[in-house]
Antibody
Framework: QVQLQQSRPGLVKPSQTLSLTCAIS??????????WNWIRQSPSRGLEWLGR?????????DYAPSVKSRITLNPDTSKNQFSLQLTSVTPEDTAIYYC??????????WGQGTLVTVSS | EIVMTQSPATLSVSPGERATLSCRAS??????LAWYQQKPGQTPRLLIY???TRATAIPARFSGSGSGTEFTLTISSLQSEDFAVYYC?????????FGQGTKVEIK
């Protein structure tokens, strides 16, 4: 059974960097059949896919155009986890952030969600 | 990006009745569509993928249909645990996009 455990919620100040991690059990971040995603949810933007990383002989990264200039995903094979960094945050980035697995582009396992509030 | 539009925003249904939820894509997504259920305070749960294939352990009262731009999620006989928000998601074109959701509430 795949489980995704996300880091704790936090408060981030405007213009700073949001950082979250997602620890994987029951699968591998370097699996050749899975991809590892970040999705967020807010009342104003609904569910929004942000990006994903996956390993197919080398690491690949796909990012949503809406955040492409600010987002970085990093896999960590030693800890079997992956992380999200979102720079230059504004209050618009306040949301519940989820990590999720996909094998065929839909999301079959989700993390528990992490509320991130951007406020001074 | 492909815009997914769900209707209605809220559906009031009595337990035991049928619920029909709609999802429309701004351009064809073929059958690359998934449905999710989300209960308050919980994470989304995959119900349907490929427009009509039930995910593991999803009861047979949930069914999906459609292709191209028009899709339907049907819950044949609503149980108490089915009252939730339902989202569609297209995975035909980058970036993947979700509908805004349909809330199924008790009538």
């Amino acid at each position: 059974q795949v489980q995704l455990q996300q880091s704790r919620p936090g408060l981030v100040k405007p213009s700073q960097t949001l950082s979250l991690t997602c620890a994987i059990s029951g699968d591998s971040v370097s699996s050749d059949s899975a991809a590892w995603n970040w999705i967020r949810q807010s009342p104003s933007r609904g569910l929004e896919w942000l990006g994903r990383t996956y390993y197919r002989s080398k690491w690949y990264y796909d990012y949503a155009p809406s955040v492409k200039s600010r987002i970085t995903l990093n896999p960590d094979t030693s800890k079997n986890q992956f992380s999200l960094q979102l720079t230059s945050v504004t209050p618009e980035d306040t949301a519940i952030y989820y990590c999720a697995r996909d094998q065929y582009y839909y999301f079959d396992y989700w993390g528990q969600g992490t509320l991130v509030t951007v406020s001074s | 990006e492909i815009v997914m539009t769900q209707s209605p925003a809220t559906l009031s249904v009595s337990p035991g009745e049928r619920a029909t939820l709609s999802c429309r894509a701004s351009q064809s997504v073929s059958s690359n569509l998934a449905w999710y259920q989300q209960k308050p305070g919980q994470t989304p749960r995959l119900l349907i993928y490929g427009a009509s294939t039930r995910a593991t352990a999803i009861p047979a009262r949930f069914s999906g249909s459609g292709s191209g731009t028009e899709f339907t999620l049907t819950i044949s006989s609503l149980q108490s645990e089915d009252f939730a928000v339902y989202y569609c998601q297209q995975y035909h074109n980058w970036p993947w996009t979700f509908g805004q959701g349909t809330k199924v509430e008790i009538k």
